[in-house]
């Protein structure tokens, strides 16, 4: 809960942005992979000492590198649950379902959000008499 010393507080200060020529410097493997982590997971990755701010925007021209190294630690949960789930003798569906709410909960749903802004996307556009056919909730007032 903010409160009135929150809210007249200065606000963050960002990292120092280098000039435009510039090849910004490489923080290393284990702060890059680290700050992947704490970006498109909802994983608790501690301030690390190297980190200027551990919540400022990540620097997408270097961290990127460390991305798979991420992404391992990321759907390792998933993975668990998944191996745990099928040694259990649970079946195939019922193990991909629990291993798919366990990397949702893991990234916040932040690939299902994706996935239902494509769909979104690209079936919004669509003419309005093909509705009826193509999903559930089709209006009347098209008819």
Known sequence: MKTIEDRDAAPPQAAPVPPAGA??????WIVATAICIR???RL???????EA????????RTVPRALPF????IALPAALVLAG?????????????LALATLAVTTGALHEDGLADS????????????????CCC???RWR
């Open 23 to 28: 090849e910004p410097a490489w923080p290393g």
């Open 39 to 41: 970006f498109y997971s």
């Open 44 to 50: 608790p990755v501690p301030a690390l000492p190297a």
């Open 53 to 60: 701010d551990p919540h400022a925007a990540p620097d997408f």
């Open 70 to 73: 991420a992404a391992l630690v």
């Open 85 to 97: 789930a099928g040694a259990a003798g649970l079946g195939g569906l019922l193990s991909a379902a």
């Open 119 to 134: 769909a979104d996307g690209l079936f919004a556009a669509m003419a309005p008499w093909r509705w009826d056919w193509r």
């Open 138 to 140: 089709a209006s009347s």
